[in-house]
Every structure is written in structure tokens, then in C-alpha cells.
T-cell receptor, first 113, second 115 residues
Framework: GNSVTQMEGPVTLSEEAFLTINCTYT??????LFWYVQYPGEGLQLLLK?????DKGSNKGFEATYRKETTSFHLEKGSVQVSDSAVYFC????????????FGTGTSLTVIP | EAGVTQFPSHSVIEKGQTVTLRCDPI?????LYWYRRVMGKEIKFLLH????????ESGMPNNRFLAERTGGTYSTLKVQPAELEDSGVYFC?????????????FGPGTRLTVT
């Protein structure tokens, strides 16, 4: 079946530090992969996506590359800001499972000045 | 364009009581989804509406949960009677037609606490 395993948090970084949040997945076929972010008091927002192997999704300085050989979609940012403090969710949409998304457990990130 | 809205933002009820959550999707979105995050675990799919029809309800945990989407606009999720393990955050999402169904837009969630 489909599942997502995400790096456990919480993660605390100093401003301008490098961020990596690991995400690996299990799926049949060729899923689409996503990172969602939830800022305090808000809903989940799509941060970036990749729909096929070797695609790189990017947005707001964040990047993630769809690696089929390692079944991974790690989120990275070169220099985090205080405003990046949020909960980050890795998710996949399977090829034969309708439109439902499969999410990881979420990783809470706190960036301190 | 208004986003997905959910009401209430927080509900505290006693075990055995009934609670109804409401979701208003983005106008024009045919697809509406309910998800749940329990105790800091992963967000899990509950069900999917296409307009007023239930397309997929494979994630509904048991028959204490009833979802409706009358007229294909807003949706309600009723829990009756509520149990302690129903506590969590209930998210609603909506998406446009089939070609862009992966673009799911989420609401802020309703935090349900059953005591």
C-alpha cells in the first residue's frame, strides 16, 4: 500500500541555517509527491510538488527532488528564516488510489533568531 | 478568492455527545475531502465527495461518522456518539475538476476534543 515516513521533530534551527527534512515513501506505480506547510493558526498550504521521477519542486527557497531509486523526497532550504517556523508535511497521491493523499506525521520546525 | 473555511475552529464535547463539523469549499470546486489528524500522527483520509456524491469513503473509521454534502456545496461531518479516540484535528480540502484534482486546498481545520 501507500505510505509516507517523515523525519520526526521537533526541529530547532538558528536563522540562516541549512534545513533538511527527510521523507521516504512506499507506493505502487508512480505517485505524485508533495510538501505541505501549516503555519500557526492556518490551514495546510501546498509548498511544492513533483509529479515524476527526477522532477525538482521548488518554492520560496525550498526544494525537493523526486528520487525514485531511493523512494525519497527530502525537503531542503539553504538558509531558513524565522518566518519558516511551521509544521511541514510530506504527502503522496497514488496512481490507483483515487484522489486521496497519504501524509506523513509532520515535522515541526522552529527557527530562532 | 475565499479559501476553504471550516466551522467551528475548536469544539470540546463530552463522550457520548454529538458534534457536527462544517466545511465550505472554494466556490466552484466539485471535489471535497475530509481528513483527520489524531494525536500528532499522520493526516489520514476519511472520504471524498464529487459534487454531492460520495466517491470514496474508504477512510471513514466506523458508522458513528456521517458525512453529507447536500446540493454539492458545503459539507458536514457528524460524529454521533463521540468517543475519546475521535479527538483530533479534522481538515477539509477541496479541489477543482479531474484534471487538477491533485491541487487540494486545505482549510484551517477543526480541533475536536472529546472528554
Amino acid at each position: 500500500g501507500n505510505s509516507v515516513t517523515q523525519m520526526e521533530g521537533p526541529v530547532t534551527l538558528s536563522e540562516e541555517a541549512f534545513l533538511t527534512i527527510n521523507c521516504t515513501y512506499t507506493a505502487t506505480g508512480y505517485p505524485s509527491l508533495f510538501w505541505y506547510v501549516q503555519y500557526p493558526g492556518e490551514g495546510l498550504q501546498l509548498l511544492l510538488k513533483a509529479t515524476k521521477a527526477d522532477d525538482k519542486g521548488s518554492n520560496k527557497g525550498f526544494e525537493a527532488t523526486y528520487r525514485k531509486e531511493t523512494t525519497s523526497f527530502h525537503l531542503e532550504k539553504g538558509s531558513v528564516q524565522v518566518s519558516d517556523s511551521a509544521v511541514y508535511f510530506c504527502a503522496l497521491r497514488g496512481t490507483n488510489t483515487g484522489n486521496q493523499f497519504y501524509f506523513g506525521t509532520g515535522t515541526s520546525l522552529t527557527v530562532i533568531p | 478568492e475565499a479559501g476553504v473555511t471550516q466551522f467551528p475552529s475548536h469544539s470540546v464535547i463530552e463522550k457520548g455527545q454529538t458534534v457536527t463539523l462544517r466545511c465550505d469549499p472554494i466556490s466552484g470546486h466539485d471535489n471535497l475531502y475530509w481528513y483527520r489528524r489524531v494525536m500528532g500522527k499522520e493526516i489520514k483520509f476519511l472520504l471524498h465527495f464529487v459534487k454531492e456524491s460520495k466517491q470514496d469513503e474508504s477512510g471513514m473509521p466506523n458508522n458513528r461518522f456521517l458525512a453529507e454534502r447536500t446540493g454539492g456545496t458545503y459539507s458536514t461531518l457528524k460524529v454521533q456518539p463521540a468517543e475519546l479516540e475521535d479527538s483530533g484535528v479534522y481538515f477539509c480540502a477541496s479541489s477543482p475538476g479531474t484534471a487538477r484534482a491533485y491541487e487540494q486546498y486545505f482549510g484551517p481545520g477543526t480541533r475536536l476534543t472529546v472528554t
